[in-house]
């Protein structure tokens, strides 16, 4: 099992930044791939970033240049450093890490809202 905490959200004007982060504890050794994702109000959850085990990073195209996603060498902390934000970007940010088995674990989110 992991467990997952995520903290750092907030509010904050359209163009600014915010940088969140989420800290796993647990059975972290088996974890393959880490990301965010976000669900706005009346919208389906969906996801903003992923990093693998191996450094390999992806990004949903409506964030692509402007948010990037990292960790720590110990693989215990994830991070989203969040730029040139936008209203629409408003919504719950979820951590999850995924097992190679498809096994999934998520956090409780952290809010952000982005005001224009």
């Known amino acids: 099992q992991v467990q997952l905490v995520e903290s750092g959200g907030g509010l904050v004007q359209a163009g600014g930044s915010l940088r969140l982060s989420c800290a796993a504890s647990g059975s972290i050794s088996s974890i393959n791939t880490m990301g965010w994702y976000r669900q706005a109000p009346g919208k389906q959850r969906e996801s903003v970033a992923a990093?693998?085990?191996?450094?390999?990073?992806s990004y949903a195209d409506s964030v692509k240049g402007r948010f990037t996603i990292s960790r720590d060498n110990a693989k215990t902390m994830v991070y989203l450093q969040m730029n040139s934000l936008k209203p629409e970007d408003t919504a719950v940010y979820y951590c999850?890490?995924?097992?190679?088995?498809?096994?999934?674990?998520w956090g409780k989110g952290t809010l952000v809202t982005v005001s224009s």
């Open positions: 999850n890490a995924e097992y190679l088995n498809g096994m999934s674990f």
């Open positions: 990093i693998t085990s191996g450094g390999t990073t």
